[in-house]
């Protein structure tokens, strides 16, 4: 029996009339923003890094200047003075400016952070992945050695020894957060090294660097990423910590956490001094979780197959 001609170009014109499938980036978006507290928390992240590029402009004083007519003028909807709108510190520095500063300190701090520890996690995670005996085996010791002691504990040991300062701040906090993204790309790389992309590339030729950072290295994005995520905001509170127990950023510096320390005697006669930089931090390391979340989410595969 022949076939149907009339048919198969019915069929034809309807498999060229289908919409294209989705790019990956339009499939990431859509998984991304079904989670509501997710797109808040990317609203809310995106105003503070804005607020934090443009501080200089629209902050209305200089973050470190004194006005001594204006000692702990309270914020203006609280009667005070219409140049200051959300009051003035202790020795009169303008609590508006200071905060627009300290975020662009935060994110600062965040990022130098996450670079600082991903990207040599990065590497001892995939080295020790492939060569598992002895470099992988010492390098996993020093990662438990690590994560053995309360990570702000550690911090503050590596303060200690470095000095206080803003860099050293950093390097510490990079240096804690360290055995996450190392043991996270050991195991992701661990489980991709029988697949038979890995085998066929080894196969072809490829040799251990291209295996590890053009073959392996691409599959095992999705949980840096969100591990990033994450470790974005709680180098904002490692920071803020350290800076609340005087080891982090030195005054006049606006870190949020050292304008915490700064204020705490002023609870009582001045709650706005403490009030606004801990809702300052509260507010950016929850939309940052919030973001992480939606991440999480929109790049496991697992959780996509469940939705």
Known sequence: ???????????????????????????????????????????????VVLAALFAPWLAPHDPTEQFRDALLSPPRWNGGDARFPLGTDDVGRDMLSRLLHGARLSMLIGLATVLLSMLPGIVLGLASAFWPRGFGTAVLRLMDVMLALPSLLLAIAVVAILGSGLLNTVLAIAFVSLPSYVRLVRASAMAELGKDYVVASRLA???????????????????????????????ILSAAALGFLGLGAQPPLPEWGTMLASARDYIERANWVVTLPGLAILVT?????????????ALDPKLKRLA
């Not at 390391?285 to 989410?297: F, K, P, S, T, Y």
């Open 205 to 235: 030729g490829a040799g251990p660097l291209r295996l590890m950072f053009d073959t392996v290295l691409p599959n095992c994005l999705a949980p840096v990423i969100v591990t990033a995520t994450m470790g974005f905001s709680d180098a």
């Open 1 to 47: 029996m022949a076939a149907d001609p009339s048919s198969d170009s019915s069929v034809a014109s309807l498999a060229s009339a289908a919409p294209p499938p989705p790019g990956p980036l339009r499939e990431f978006w859509v998984a991304f923003s079904a989670n509501r507290g997710a797109q808040a928390g990317l609203l809310v992240f995106g105003l």
């Open 285 to 297: 390391v929850l939309a940052i979780n919030l973001m992480g979340d939606g991440l999480r989410d």
